[in-house]
């Protein structure tokens, strides 16, 4: 009966499973929407960080050329800068901008 089963068995092409061979991981491969979004693998200046650019000069969804900074600069309670990156940080970019739009006493300022 078993001779039978494998004379009836029909093998059709299929395609390699790709998750069985070894691949490199996500960061050899590099993996961004944009090159930009890349965060380096050694340490860089504030400086250094506000030079990046995620996205440099590409139509939007709107047909207007934009340029994006890979880090937004801000300045600290303490005065010191800090570089937040525009994926990695975007909540606390958010937290930033929702501070800046407040008066001294608390109260929301609309533009």
Do not use: C
């Not at 069985?20 to 960080?49: C, F, M, Y």
């Amino acid at each position: 009966m078993t001779d039978n089963k494998q004379e009836n068995q029909i093998n059709q092409p299929v395609s390699e499973d790709r998750h069985s061979r070894e691949e490199p991981n996500v960061k050899e491969q590099n993996l961004t929407a944009n090159p930009g979004d890349r965060i380096a693998d050694e340490a860089q200046s504030v400086e250094e960080k506000a030079q990046q650019l995620a996205v440099d000069r590409v139509p939007d969804i709107t047909g207007d050329v934009i340029t994006v900074p890979t880090y937004f600069v801000v300045d600290e309670p303490n005065g010191e800068k800090k570089a937040l990156h525009h994926v990695k940080d975007a909540e606390e970019i958010s937290d930033v901008i929702r501070q800046a739009r407040v008066d001294e006493n608390g109260n929301r300022i609309w533009w």
